[in-house]
Antibody, heavy 120, light 112 residues
Framework: QVQLVESGGGVIEPGRSLRLSCAAS????????MHWVRQAPGKGLEWVAV????????EYRDSVKGRFTISRDNSKNTVYLQMNSLRAEDTATYFC?????????????WGQGTLVTVSS | QSALTQPASVSGSPGQSITISCTGT?????????VSWYQQYPGKAPKLMIY???KRPSGVSDRFSGSKSGNTASLTISGLQTEDEADYYC????????????FGTGTKVTVL
């Protein structure tokens, strides 16, 4: 069965860096786009970034552009989110989610999330 | 790009039908057919309930249905059950310059 397992979250000081990982299994990873979606404590969902199945297209929301980098290693079935210059407003649970393809704006499988807390 | 607007809460009794609205603009909900809905229990990951405005993924109960009119999309839950009590989020593709996808503000559904 499809599984997405995030890791790498934790408590980090403002301005520092953190790298999240999302290990995928149960499907052909190299055929699917992957997204990161975050949720601040007690708040709603917010789309963060996407990387196409082959890495040929990458997009970010404006508030993380220039600070976050999404990447993938299809040989390791893993997608990453490198987060630099972290701010308090980046505090959230970060979910990775699979794009099933064939249409836009849907995520059919999600990981359990990893919590990132940016605080001094 | 602001979040899509949803009512903060909707409630209903078991067996009743409820509808959650999701209001956007002509740059997102009003223009694209790419509207999806997610159910989320506290502390859990979201679950896809509806995509492409009206389509239901395999395994999702047919008590859930979606529609759209103008800039407003809607999720209807028929025959409300206690397990439907959760948070619900809509989402849309957008041509905004600040983000590619936008979520709604979220609606807490309470089964009385």
């Amino acid at each position: 069965q499809v599984q997405l397992v995030e890791s790498g979250g934790g408590v980090i000081e403002p301005g520092r860096s953190l790298r999240l990982s999302c290990a995928a299994s149960g499907f052909t990873f190299s055929r699917h786009g992957m997204h990161w979606v975050r949720q601040a404590p007690g708040k709603g969902l917010e789309w963060v970034a996407v990387i196409w199945y082959d890495g040929s297209n990458i997009e970010y929301r404006d508030s993380v552009k220039g600070r976050f980098t999404i990447s993938r290693d299809n040989s390791k079935n893993t997608v990453y989110l490198q987060m630099n210059s972290l701010r308090a407003e980046d505090t959230a649970t970060y979910f990775c989610a699979r794009d099933p393809g064939g249409t836009w704006n849907l995520w059919d499988y999600w990981g359990q999330g990893t919590l990132v807390t940016v605080s001094s | 790009q602001s979040a899509l607007t949803q009512p903060a809460s909707v409630s209903g009794s078991p067996g009743q039908s409820i509808t959650i609205s999701c209001t956007g603009t002509s740059s997102d909900v009003g223009y694209y057919k790419f509207v999806s809905w997610y159910q989320q229990y506290p502390g859990k990951a979201p679950k896809l309930m509806i995509y492409d405005v009206t389509k239901r993924p395999s395994g999702v109960s047919d008590r859930f249905s979606g529609s759209k009119s103008g800039n407003t999309a809607s999720l209807t839950i028929s025959g409300l059950q206690t397990e439907d009590e959760a948070d619900y989020y809509c989402s849309s593709y957008t041509d905004a310059t600040t983000t590619r996808y936008v979520f709604g503000t979220g609606t807490k559904v309470t089964v009385l």
